[in-house]
């Protein structure tokens, strides 16, 4: 990803709060800041939060606004000093609205990026030539028209105007990572078989949730960055805390462990929907890429303890009005702390195996990766998956809940395990790599097979998987000879390039 997109998606939250606010297309407030601020990285910026140049007036210093001394037009200027990234957003915002040079730039229309920057041009906002060319390639090449439509989409929706000067408070909550229908938790908040030694038990202070280079967000306005870590050879890996006052004295505190990388630093206000980092799998103490979230409560007194984050996400998705579930093994964590939010019973129909399989292999989450293909070879590859997967599960007569955390272990590792349809075999797998083909993987204590099955074995495997009048006995009878056949051919081809490979050797040796 560019860095320009970086940024973007870093701070289009603000961008796009500020075009509520005033009516200034997020797309142009995001270029301008990329531009100014060369991507957030210039000193002014680092250091000062400052990502538009803004200079410090007299009525600025007055009021107690800080400032930094920098060299610009002229040497030794002030420029304003902001706590936060968002202060500076807001206070850009209100830097055009309160310069009449700028007026004619609001009768635009707010989705109107290439009137905004010819305006803002023309009123002289910066010194230097080809402003508008400049803000409108940033735009284009980026793709950031998106959060101008995004926004007007969400208020004609919600039947309101931009450009009240009023907060609109679409954005006060928001869940860890962003998804469209259910976070799919790998790991609840409780005692569990630690993953790093299986002899061992230990307290899960956290929910572990799927993730692959997700941005992680911030949950509620108003949040402060009070510790991050960037030591990726800690238990946790790179992190980020972010605390939440609350009205009685106490504070909810929530982390984010095993980042790939981290966007804030401490000291930094934040708001719901922000950036925090990018997901990743970071630190000693992780067997996969995913997101560990904590969430800690804090009472006035200053007592801390854990709390289980299903608890948290329930009360601010009640009050956010979000719709999201949080799947374990196909039942919502969510569904038993909103009943006792709302003091309303909430529907908890534990869902059956294969429909767990089902939701779970058609969503943005699936292990495979493969939902909503249009490609048929890719089809047939997840219809094989599927298939063998609830054929695998039914083999050791696993109860119900059993067979859910096994096809949420198997989509996650995006490997089915055969073995028990082959007990002859050492071990046995059909995995899905990451060119999303189908690998057959084999050791009959002879040799080892790891081979990409093609069109036909796929189609045969399917049509044998799917056929209605096969019973489950006979289903694993056909795999079980299809896989036995694939390793002995596999044998056979092996066995008979050693053969040529010590023919050769040893007609080198007469010649010599």
């Known amino acids: 990803m560019s860095k320009n997109k970086e940024y973007a998606e870093k701070y289009a939250v603000f961008a796009m709060e500020q075009m509520r606010k005033y009516g200034i297309p997020a797309s142009v407030t995001l270029a301008q800041g990329i531009l100014e601020s060369s991507n957030g990285q210039s000193r002014m910026a680092l250091n000062e939060n400052n990502h538009f140049g803004i200079k410090a007036t007299p009525g600025w210093i007055a009021q107690g606004g800080k400032y930094g001394i920098y060299t610009d037009d002229k040497p030794n200027e002030k420029f304003c000093s902001y706590d936060s990234v968002g202060d500076s957003y807001e206070h850009h915002s209100k830097f055009l609205v309160e310069n009449k040079r700028y007026a004619e730039c609001f009768d635009l229309s707010p989705d109107d990026y290439k009137g905004w920057t010819e305006g803002l041009a023309k009123a002289g906002y910066a010194s230097g030539g080809n402003y508008a060319q400049s803000l409108q390639k940033i735009i284009e090449a980026n793709g950031l028209q998106k959060y101008d439509r995004i926004v007007m989409a969400e208020m004609k929706a919600k039947g309101l105007e931009t450009g009240t000067g009023q907060a609109v408070t679409t954005n006060a909550y928001s869940f860890p990572v962003e998804r469209e229908e259910f976070l799919f938790v790998t790991s609840p908040f409780g005692m569990r078989t630690d993953p790093m030694d299986a002899d061992k038990q230990q307290m899960h202070k956290g929910m572990d949730i799927r993730c692959k280079g997700d941005a992680v967000l911030a ?56 950036r925090l980092g990018m997901s990743g799998n970071t630190g000693t103490r992780t067997t996969g890429e995913h997101l560990h979230f904590g969430v800690a409560q804090i009472t006035a007194d200053g007592q801390k303890r854990d709390i289980d984050p299903a608890i948290y996400l329930a009360d601010i998705a009640q009050k956010g009005n979000i719709k999201l579930q949080a799947l374990h093994n196909g039942n919502d964590l969510l569904a038993k702390y909103k009943t006792e939010v709302t003091a309303t019973p909430q529907e908890t129909k534990s869902q059956s195996p294969e429909e767990w399989m089902k939701k779970l292999l058609s969503s943005e989450d699936s292990g495979v990766g493969l939902s909503g293909t249009n490609d048929p070879i890719m089809d047939m590859v997840v219809k094989a998956f599927s298939s063998l997967m609830m054929l695998a599960v039914v083999i050791d007569n696993k109860n119900e809940e059993e067979q859910k955390e096994a096809i949420s272990e198997m989509a996650g590792s995006r490997k089915v395990e055969l073995t028990s349809l082959l007990p002859h075999m050492r071990s046995c797998a059909l995995v899905i790599g990451e060119n999303n083909k189908a690998v057959l993987q084999a050791d009959n204590g002879t040799v080892q097979v790891s081979r990409e099955l093609s069109t036909v074995e796929l189609s045969r495997m399917s049509a044998t998987l799917n056929n209605p009048e096969l019973s489950e006995k006979s289903k694993r009878m056909r795999v079980a000879g299809m896989v036995n056949a694939i390793v002995l051919s596999q044998q056979a081809s092996q066995n008979f390039e050693q053969g040529m490979s010590e023919q050769q050797s040893q007609n080198e040796q007469i010649r010599r």
């Open 219 to 274: 949950t509620e306005n108003n949040g402060k960055v009070v510790a991050v870590n960037q030591n990726a050879k800690t238990a946790g890996g790179k992190s980020v805390t972010i605390e939440y006052e609350r009205a009685d004295g106490n504070k909810i505190q929530n982390t984010y462990m095993h980042l790939f990388s981290v966007d804030v630093k401490v000291g930094d206000k934040v708001q719901a929907g922000q």
